[in-house]
């Protein structure tokens, strides 16, 4: 098991390096120069070399690209170009709250999306079945946006239940994290019926039933810890995808976390804080993946034997 974690935190390393010097090189050769988008367009154009030398962008990109490496490798992120502040500073500040925001929605996939997708499995081609699918395909099909704002003006302005943006106290979480968490919860309950009908039909749980094991029993021991394979892997994906779909939320919620954070860096090519966060979003994806296989070895013991062989 150590070999395995050891292998797979070595194979995160070149899949960081792979994703940053993509992005480095888009941002690199994308139209547009980000000194004239600093100095604005009544600099002159000695101010304009100068600071291109000042910043290192008169040298060859993939220069560059090592030497941001090499800083990011110690420690250093770099400043923003924009504003001059440590990348990291601000966004020690920003990251708390986009991982609240994500967290907060894939507790609310997992305790309601694994619940009435078991539920709905049980009770195959009765009414709360298909009141749940309908449920699953309704919340699926709506933006993430529009639903923030319908809870804004039911829950917040209407009720006045929640604040309506903002940060600061457990109710502030409450309705960015339900708006973002309700794609990933339709798809969690039509992931978690499927892979339960699978083993439902197997002939083992038939066999546990014709040998008078309770219906608790049989589907405690036999149908969820094997129909959990699936599922945990699309927790995963859901998690990484609150990462990604967490930039409207936090618009919308006006949450200041790390979306407002990188759009403003894109629109003004300020590649350090694009960087940073790319960075950091690869490292925390590729650790929950990890986080992920390290769960398969405690549901199915198959999976353990394999990561010992």
């Not at 920003?94 to 078991?118: D, E, K, M, Q, W």
């Not at 298909?130 to 639903?147: D, K, M, Q, R």
């Not at 021991?221 to 599922?231: A, E, S, T, Y």
């Amino acid at each position: 098991m150590v070999k395995y974690i050891l292998k797979r935190i070595l194979l995160i390393f070149p899949v960081v390096i792979g994703i940053t010097f993509f992005i480095y090189m888009v941002l690199a050769l994308a139209p547009g120069d980000p000194v004239a988008l600093i100095l604005g367009p009544e600099a002159t154009r000695d101010e304009l070399e100068a600071l291109r030398h000042e910043m290192g962008l008169d040298q060859n990109v993939i220069v560059r690209y090592l030497t941001y490496m090499k800083s990011v490798v110690q420690g250093d992120l770099g400043k923003s170009w924009l504003n001059a502040k440590p990348v990291m500073l601000e966004f020690r500040q920003r990251i708390p709250n986009t991982l609240a925001l994500a967290s907060s929605s894939l507790l609310i996939t997992i305790v309601f999306g694994i619940s009435f997708g078991i539920i709905a499995a049980l009770q195959q081609n009765k009414p709360l079945d298909g009141l749940t699918l309908v449920f699953a395909l309704v919340f699926a099909s709506i933006p993430t946006f529009w639903c923030g704002l319908m809870m804004q003006l039911v829950f917040a302005l209407k009720f006045k239940w929640f604040p309506a943006m903002g940060v600061g106290t457990l109710k502030h979480m409450v309705l960015p994290a339900a708006a973002l968490s309700l794609i990933g919860l339709a798809s969690q309950i039509r992931m978690t019926r499927s892979s339960m009908l699978d083993v439902i039909n197997m002939d083992y749980v038939r066999t546990a039933r014709a040998k008078g094991a309770g219906e608790f029993r049989v589907v405690t021991r036999h149908v969820i810890r094997n129909g959990l394979m699936p599922v945990v892997t699309n927790l995963g994906l859901s998690f990484a995808s609150a990462l990604g779909g967490s930039i409207i939320t936090e618009t919308v919620f006006s949450v200041p976390g790390i979306a407002s954070f990188i759009i403003n860096a894109v629109k003004a090519r300020d590649v350090p804080v694009v960087m940073g966060v790319v960075i950091f979003v690869a490292f925390f994806v590729a650790f929950v993946n990890l986080i992920v296989d390290l769960i398969y070895a405690f549901i199915d013991p198959r999976v353990k034997t394999g990561y010992m062989s």
